[in-house]
């Protein structure tokens, strides 16, 4: 059972290069998200699938793409690398009951440095 | 705008004492304040949850207790060991909506 499945697990980008960041879960959840670590600062929402076709933007949205094309996979696409997306990211999966969130499942984590 | 704010920022206890964690929300209609527990170079974890129809919940060591009035929770970890050294995120949800974290807590266990 993979659950959460991110890559690559490490990448360095030059300033302007463009990359996606790919997320794929196995448990048929309705519900994906994107976040970002940095210090200090938690962990932010960038974007938020509630089901396939259907996507909304969360804290941080600048600079960052999504699609949901599938149930399974929600790619986060940085389309001009910047240094201000040095970061740590994590994708997230999870289910409802009862119209309310349940728990959230997340992947191993994307280091990303930009040069 | 900060919809969850979590205090302290960091917390050192001494083996077999008591850490505790708060975090405070604004919105009302937030219906689900999970913990989540975060080891280095991992993705968080869930730890434990409680939803706003009751004011305490506890699994083995963990208990979170949740004042609805004062809009604020808190994490009770009871008889800390050096293996709950980790980083731990309170959050909270509406309906299906977006799950808000806080800024986290770094906890450090000595022996």
């Known amino acids: 059972n993979a659950g959460v499945t991110q890559t690559p697990k490490f990448q360095v980008l030059k300033t302007g290069q463009s990359m996606t960041l790919q997320c794929a879960q196995d448990m048929n959840h309705e519900y994906m998200s994107w976040y970002r670590q940095d210090p200090g600062m938690g962990l932010r929402l960038i974007h938020y699938?509630?089901?396939?076709?259907?996507?909304d933007q969360g804290e941080v949205p600048n600079g960052y793409n999504v699609s949901r094309s599938t149930t399974e996979d929600f790619p986060l696409r940085l389309l001009s690398a910047a240094p201000s997306q040095t970061s740590v990211y994590f994708c997230a999966s999870s289910y409802s009951i009862s119209g309310s969130l349940t728990e959230a499942f997340f992947g191993q984590g994307t280091r990303l440095t930009v040069v | 705008q900060q919809q969850v704010k979590q205090s302290p920022q960091s917390l050192i206890v001494q083996k077999g004492g008591i850490s505790i964690i708060n975090c405070a929300y604004e919105?009302?209609?937030?219906?689900?304040f999970p913990w989540y527990q975060q080891f280095p170079g991992k993705g968080p974890a869930l730890l434990i949850a409680i939803r706003p129809d009751v004011s305490e919940k506890k699994e083995g060591r963990f208990t979170i207790s949740f004042n609805k009035s004062a809009k604020q929770f808190s994490l009770h970890i009871m008889d800390s060991q050096p293996g709950d050294s980790a980083t731990y995120f309170c959050?909270?949800?509406?309906?299906?909506?977006?799950?808000?974290f806080g800024t986290g807590t770094r906890l450090q266990v000595f022996p």
């Open positions: 699938s509630v089901g396939a076709g259907i996507t």
């Open positions: 919105n009302t209609a937030f219906d689900y």
């Open positions: 959050a909270a949800s509406k309906n299906t909506d977006k799950l808000i």
